[in-house]
C-alpha cells in the first residue's frame, strides 16, 4: 500500500506513523508513505492556504488552489511508478482513479468494512481537513469518500488520517507478524472480543478462569464465544442482534 497524505502537518504524519508496527512495515516496504505539504502550494507571499467564508460566519476555509496543485502533486508522485512502466498515463489515470479520502467529521463513519476496503487498493490519497473545512468546489473535483472517525470534533484532520491509516495497514499481509492476530479480534466476526489473560494466574487474589487452564479447547472455544456474546450485549447491543439476524436466529 503507497499512501500519500495532503496536510499542513507532514511531520505530524511521517512521526506518528514511522512508529511501532507501521513504522517496521515501512522500513520492509510493505508500506510506503509520502506527504504533501499544503503550505507548499500557497497562492500569497504569507504562505497561508485559507481564507474567510463567503455568506460571513466565524472561521477560515482552505482555499481550492493549494488543495488541487497538491493534489496533481501526489497524483504525479504515486504515479511515478506507473510512469516508468506504461507511457499510456492518461489511460490508467482513467482506469485506476486512485482514491482520494477526505477527512472530516460530516463523513461517512469509518469502520472495519471501509478499512477492509481501502486495503485492497493499491494506493489512497488521504486530504486531511483544517479549520472550518475546505472549499467545496475542490472537494467535489477530487475526494472520492468523505470520512469521519466518529461523532465528535477535531482540531484537524491529521489524527483521523492516521487512524485510518492504521487500520488499513493491519489488514495488508505481512503488516502484522504471527503474534500480532488479526483474526479473532473485535469486529472480525461480528462480535466484540473475549476477555484474555496472561501470566500469572494469580494477581493479586484474581485468578485467571479455570476453563483457559483446562487445555481443552472445544471447552475454552465455547466460553470465549459466550463471553463474546456477553460482551457485545452490555456495550453494543445492536451488534448483538445483528450477529443473531445474520445467522438467521431471531
Ligand atoms: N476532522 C475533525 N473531526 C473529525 C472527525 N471526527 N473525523 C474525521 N475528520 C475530522
Same mark, same amino acid.
Request: glycine share 8%; with cysteine.
Given at each position: 500500500?503507497k499512501?500519500?497524505?495532503i !496536510?499542513?502537518?507532514? /511531520?505530524l504524519?511521517?512521526n506518528a506513523?514511522?512508529?511501532?508496527?507501521? =513504522?517496521?512495515?515501512?522500513? #520492509? =516496504?510493505?508500506? $510506503?508513505?509520502?506527504?504533501?505539504?499544503l503550505?507548499?502550494?500557497s497562492?500569497n507571499?504569507y504562505? $497561508?492556504?485559507?481564507?474567510? !467564508?463567503y455568506?460571513g460566519?466565524? =472561521?477560515? @476555509?482552505?482555499?481550492?488552489?493549494?488543495?488541487?496543485?497538491?493534489y496533481?502533486?501526489a497524483?504525479?508522485?504515486?504515479?511515478?511508478?506507473?510512469?516508468e #512502466?506504461?507511457?499510456?498515463?492518461?489511460t490508467?489515470?482513467?482506469?485506476?482513479?486512485?482514491?482520494?479520502?477526505?477527512?472530516s467529521?460530516?463523513?461517512?463513519?469509518?469502520?472495519?468494512?471501509?478499512?477492509?476496503?481501502?486495503?485492497? /487498493?493499491?494506493?489512497?490519497?488521504?486530504?486531511? =481537513?483544517?479549520?472550518?473545512?475546505?472549499?467545496?468546489r475542490?472537494?467535489?473535483?477530487?475526494?472520492?469518500?468523505?470520512?469521519?472517525?466518529?461523532?465528535?470534533? @477535531?482540531?484537524?484532520? /491529521?489524527? %483521523?488520517?492516521l487512524?485510518?491509516?492504521?487500520?488499513?495497514?493491519?489488514?495488508?499481509?505481512?503488516?502484522?507478524?504471527?503474534?500480532d492476530s488479526a483474526g479473532?479480534?473485535s469486529?472480525?466476526?461480528g462480535? @466484540?472480543?473475549?476477555?484474555?489473560?496472561?501470566?500469572?494466574k494469580?494477581?493479586?487474589? @484474581?485468578?485467571? %478462569?479455570?476453563?483457559?487452564?483446562?487445555?481443552?479447547?472445544?471447552?475454552v472455544?465455547?466460553?470465549?464465544l459466550? #463471553?463474546?456474546? +456477553?460482551?457485545? +450485549?452490555?456495550?453494543? %447491543?445492536e451488534?448483538?442482534? +445483528?450477529?443473531?439476524?445474520?445467522?438467521?436466529i431471531?
Open positions: 500500500m499512501y500519500c497524505v !496536510t499542513l502537518f507532514p /511531520e504524519i511521517e506513523f514511522s512508529t511501532s508496527i507501521t =513504522g517496521r512495515a515501512l522500513s #520492509e =516496504g510493505i508500506l $510506503s508513505l509520502d506527504t504533501v505539504s503550505r507548499a502550494f497562492q507571499s504562505g $497561508s492556504v485559507d481564507d474567510y !467564508t455568506g460566519g466565524a =472561521g477560515m @476555509l482552505i482555499q481550492c488552489e493549494p488543495v488541487w496543485l497538491a496533481q502533486e497524483l504525479s508522485r504515486i504515479e511515478t511508478k506507473f510512469d #512502466e506504461c507511457d499510456e498515463l492518461s490508467i489515470r482513467e482506469e485506476k482513479r486512485t482514491r482520494v479520502i477526505y477527512t467529521p460530516a463523513g461517512r463513519v469509518f469502520d472495519e468494512g471501509m478499512a477492509e476496503e481501502f486495503s485492497r /487498493e493499491e494506493s489512497l490519497i488521504i486530504l486531511c =481537513g483544517h479549520y472550518e473545512g475546505v472549499d467545496q475542490v472537494l467535489d473535483r477530487i475526494v472520492t469518500d468523505e470520512v469521519s472517525i466518529g461523532d465528535y470534533v @477535531l482540531t484537524g484532520g /491529521e489524527l %483521523p488520517a487512524v485510518i491509516m492504521d487500520a488499513v495497514s493491519r489488514r495488508i499481509p505481512g503488516v502484522l507478524n504471527n503474534e479473532s479480534e469486529f472480525e466476526n462480535l @466484540l472480543e473475549y476477555p484474555q489473560y496472561t501470566r500469572p494469580e494477581w493479586r487474589g @484474581l485468578s485467571v %478462569p479455570d476453563i483457559l487452564l483446562s487445555g481443552d479447547h472445544q471447552a472455544e465455547t466460553w470465549r459466550t #463471553e463474546a456474546k +456477553k460482551k457485545t +450485549k452490555e456495550m453494543r %447491543p451488534l448483538l442482534e +445483528k450477529w443473531y439476524k445474520d445467522r438467521g431471531m
